[in-house]
């Protein structure tokens, strides 16, 4: 077991190490730099230009500029942030416990909503539950991210008013409600992108758990459970499902560099402030600091979770442990 966690850890450092070094490598290599914005003007001097770019080491070689970063990065010390005017772990350290709110939630919610729809689909296979339910999951699954959340903020936020369309709290009257608002109002914001999120991954799991569930049916022990006087749905339940689980928790991994990615277009269209509107508002301000230390941080929580996954799998299937 300590030999598979070493050699799950050492991969995800690769991981997040080859990220992380592409993506400060891309966005140097990229046109401009942090600066352009402010000092390509013409009342600004060359002399000027050049001081400020000195100042932050932007006019030194790319491998100097990198090694310089790597070896703060121990320290905690990732940058300064040009577009939001502070260091970049402040920033970071605000906006990601919002996105592990926002994709805690739906990963939780897909789950439970994909295990039970796939369940229900196996246990009544060629019916039409099963037919109409394999419709709205293809649906689901084919529709782009940004486009369901546009669609559920134009029916829930405008057509039908009942859901605060963006942001994390209602800016004006949050600090002036009772507790128990509050809590209701932070609830009400986060409404929509949960359910676009978990509407989105639920198609996923639920596919994949109809198919699990499928592949252990023809069991003997199933069998066996029929012929001791259990009905259908019971066996399924009861056997099939907790037998079938293992896969589904393997898909927990793989879930997470989706989500993230999907929180991306989420954030942008509800105007949740997290780690994909943080990454996004760097992109279009070119700030270097901004972009690598945020591409880092979610590749860390995407390794961690895929190291999750492995070591869930693990503690359920004695076969993986004896390996």
Do not use: C
């Amino acid at each position: 077991m300590r030999r598979f966690l070493a050699g799950r850890l050492l991969q995800g450092v690769s991981v997040v190490f080859l990220v992380t070094t592409l993506t400060f490598v891309l966005v140097h290599l990229a046109p401009g730099d942090p600066l352009s914005t402010s000092l390509e003007r013409p009342g600004v001097s060359e002399q000027v230009r050049a001081q400020w770019r000195a100042q932050f080491g932007l006019d030194r070689p790319i491998g100097e500029q990198y090694l310089r970063w790597l070896a703060n990065v121990p320290r905690g010390e990732l940058g300064y942030s040009f577009s939001h005017r502070r260091p970049v772990r402040d920033v970071l350290a605000e906006a990601l416990p919002r996105t592990l709110l926002l994709v805690g939630l739906a990963l939780a919610l897909s789950f439970a909503l994909g295990i039970a729809i796939g369940v229900l689909q196996a246990e009544r296979l060629g019916s039409s539950r099963d037919r109409w339910l394999g419709r709205v999951l293809l649906v689901l699954y084919s529709v782009p991210d940004f486009w369901l959340a546009l669609l559920a903020l134009l029916l829930f936020a405008y057509k039908l008013p009942i859901l605060p369309p963006g942001g994390i709290v209602d800016p004006v009257m949050h600090d002036y409600l009772p507790l128990g608002e509050r809590v209701l109002d932070r609830l009400a914001h986060l409404v929509l992108p949960v359910l676009t999120l978990t509407l989105l991954s639920s198609a996923v799991i639920a596919r994949h758990q109809r198919s699990a569930v499928l592949d252990v049916l023809p069991s003997d022990w199933m069998r066996t459970a029929l012929a001791k006087g259990l009905s259908w749905r019971d066996a399924v339940r009861r056997h099939a499902l907790r037998n079938s689980l293992l896969s589904t928790i393997t898909i927990a991994g793989l879930s997470l560099p989706a989500l993230a990615a999907g929180a991306v277009f989420i954030e942008k269209v509800y105007s949740w402030p997290g780690m994909g509107m943080v990454t996004v508002t760097a992109i279009g301000a070119r700030d270097y600091p901004l972009i690598t230390g945020s591409v880092m941080v979610i590749s860390v929580v995407v390794v961690l979770g895929a190291l999750a996954a492995d070591l869930a799998v693990a503690m359920a299937d004695p076969r993986v442990r004896m390996r």
